[in-house]
């Protein structure tokens, strides 16, 4: 089941230590700037992962405000979750095993990918059983080597596919793959993947079977590979405000603003002496008379264990780094011999580039990761302060 993030409000708690900013209206205008760059194409904003941490059922009402006509989740659990909060938007969802509840899916009105037979005779025996028509998509696999049909397993899946769609059993509402190196969107991967994909269509098609949507792009092709548009787009990361192509552009170069701003209170200031070792294993020292912060968050709150020395934060408008290790629940600050604040004073982990802000990717390049994992790992016991819309 999708953990839900922190209980939410309009202001931070009284006392926080730390806390999240969620930017509703961010995550509407990036969908609205999506939908302008797709011109012709419907789109999927894929809200798994709690959202990438935003939230799952705020930021689809988000999304949706934004001009999102489907929405796309990894687990049955989390679009289950989104129907029971009265989301009634699309769905689609893709990651299961053996077992799943297929006729929980259907009774939501859910639509349901498909990757092998074992999965399709599964939901034909679900929608059987409820005496209902299942809406179902076909996964090929065009190169990724993850989830979807490879090769022989395509024409198996199609060969299984024409029966039940000509009973009725099953309408295929749509085919679909995913992209390896997106983010090189001229990479000859890139686009042996595409005409793999519209091979595997035209084969649905030989076999009588004529999916309503094609859809093959993520946020990094929605971005900059309008050959991979089709008939639907499913961005992720940039739904969030964040670049999935941070080496062509930041955010901002693509119309889109960071949605998640994470902030801290400093819970002590504190004077050392020059040659204090800092933190366990002393991996930093002083180098002068000066002033350390205690920043009460650590890699339980999702702070990367591996940012000592490098993870940056903003304080007072200046860029400082994480002084030593980070601890499960804190890390320490080298805040100079010139410092003139004092515990309660605000840090920000990271927030809008534009701003002058630590950002996600700042976080992913300092520590070696994508800004992905930065805001997916955002720990849900810190509070949410949502910005606009419903909580």
């Known amino acids: 089941m999708t953990t839900p993030s922190a209980p939410v409000s309009a202001a931070p708690p009284e006392g926080a230590s730390a806390w999240v900013t969620i930017d509703l209206h961010a995550i509407s205008d990036n969908v609205r700037e999506l939908v302008r760059r ?33 929405l796309g989740v990894a687990q049955l659990s989390e679009a289950l979750q989104l129907r029971a909060a009265g989301v009634t938007t699309r769905a689609l969802t893709w990651l299961y095993a053996p077992g799943a509840d297929f006729g929980a899916a ?29 809406r179902v998509h076909a996964k090929v696999d065009t190169g990724l080597a993850r989830n979807g049909a490879l090769g022989e397993g395509w024409t198996e899946l199609v060969a299984a596919l024409g029966p039940v769609v000509a009973e009725g059993a099953v309408e295929l509402v749509g085919v679909w793959s995913h992209f390896a190196l997106a983010d090189a969107p001229r990479h000859p991967t890139v686009l042996a993947q595409r005409e793999r994909f519209v091979d595997a269509v035209a084969e649905l ?8 949507v094609r859809h093959l792009a993520n946020s990094a092709a929605t971005l900059t590979n309008p050959d991979a548009h089709f008939d639907l787009v499913r961005p992720g990361l940039a739904v969030y405000g964040l670049s999935p192509v941070p080496d062509l552009g930041a955010p901002e170069d693509f119309g889109l603003r960071e949605a998640m701003r994470v902030t801290a209170r400093l819970a002590l200031v504190k004077h050392a002496p ?6 366990y294993g002393h991996a930093y020292t002083t180098t002068q008379d000066t002033l350390l912060g205690l920043v009460p968050l650590g890699y339980a709150d999702g702070i990367p264990r591996h940012a000592g020395s490098v993870g940056p934060v903003g304080v007072d408008g200046r860029r400082l ?27 920000v982990i990271l927030g809008r580039g534009a701003d002058g802000e630590p950002t996600a990717q700042d976080w992913a390049t ?26």
């Open 38 to 70: 797709t011109p012709g194409a419907e789109l999927m904003a894929v809200v798994k992962a709690d959202a990438y941490g935003h939230g799952l059922e705020q930021s689809a009402r988000a999304a949706v405000a934004g001009g999102a006509t489907w």
């Open 274 to 279: 020059a040659g204090q070792g800092v933190s």
């Open 321 to 347: 780094t994480v002084a030593g290790r980070v601890c499960m629940d804190q890390f320490v600050l080298d805040l100079g011999p010139s410092y003139a604040g004092a515990a309660g004073d605000e840090v």
């Open 106 to 134: 259907i009774d939501a009105d859910l639509d349901i990918s498909v990757s092998a037979p074992w999965a399709l005779d599964a939901v034909v025996a679900a929608a059987r059983e409820r005496g209902r028509i299942a």
């Open 366 to 391: 300092a520590v070696g990761t994508i800004n992905y994992e930065i805001v997916t790992r955002v720990s849900s016991r810190l509070p949410r302060v949502v910005l606009g819309g419903q909580a």
């Open 205 to 212: 098609e030989r076999a009588g079977i004529r999916p309503s």
